[in-house]
């Protein structure tokens, strides 16, 4: 039997992912041990893992290097791979936004001239240009939240999850662009090669994942 491979983004999204596998009866022992490997196999299963940077998830399914991805909404509006998106996870939700000081509301109505940092240039390329405007866009790549507190950029356009870090520097959100969380992702050759085994996850996973939303619900 050909291995399904799983590429998962390091950190918690991954450790997410296992765990909703694991109710669904896939579980890669290797990859509970404390080693240098890379990647991970179960032989029994079928099955290997590998943990990757969430911006490289979406190349490695693209490529067939893995058969299945879990990365972030962002990451894949972000990054535009040729892939099948199949589920939404639920988890690592949080909102894409324009995030700013106050005053930056107004800016953002009355004026196109105006700098903007973020790690998604093509997401903020695509919201501004919706709203007609042409806004300078600055590419960072970590703590975006710096980039208006020292002058760098009027805006940011970044992820919000509880909005403590914006809170505490005196930013605030001035609009939502979109809700993201984990999303599974496939490739697009393996879902016809494997389309049955990769129904078959998908709709053990789907079922669980109802299950989860009725328990909350109820
Ligand atoms: C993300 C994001 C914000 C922060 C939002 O950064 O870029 O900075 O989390 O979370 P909050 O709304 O709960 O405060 P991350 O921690 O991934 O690190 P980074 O600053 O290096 O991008």
Do not use: W
């Not at 490695?60 to 509006?77: H, Q, R, S, T």
């Amino acid at each position: 039997m050909k291995y399904l491979t799983f590429a998962l983004t390091k950190g918690r999204l991954a450790n997410k992912t296992l765990e909703l596998l694991e109710q669904v009866g896939i579980r890669c022992e290797e990859m509970y041990t404390d080693t240098r490997k890379l990647v991970f196999t179960d032989e029994q299963m079928g099955v290997k893992f590998f943990l990757a940077k969430a911006t490289d998830v979406p190349t490695y399914v693209e490529y067939g290097a893995a058969d299945i991805g879990v990365v972030g909404k962002d990451v894949l509006m972000e990054e535009k791979k040729d892939l099948f998106e199949v589920l939404d996870l639920g988890f690592g939700r949080c909102r894409m936004a324009v995030a700013g000081f106050p005053s930056g509301r107004e800016l953002l109505d009355m004026r196109g001239d105006f700098k903007v940092a973020t790690k998604y240039p093509e997401i903020a390329r695509h919201y501004f240009l919706t709203r007609h405007q042409q806004p300078e866009i600055l590419k960072l790549n970590g703590s975006i939240e710096l980039a208006p507190i020292v002058g760098l950029s009027d805006v940011i356009v970044d992820i919000v999850e509880t909005g403590s870090t914006l809170k505490e520097n005196g930013l605030m959100v001035l609009d939502e662009i979109c809700p993201i969380s984990a999303r599974m992702v496939v490739n697009k050759a393996s879902m016809k090669i494997e389309l049955e085994r990769i129904q078959k996850l998908t709709r053990a996973v789907s079922t669980i994942l109802k299950q989860k939303e009725r328990e909350t619900r109820a």
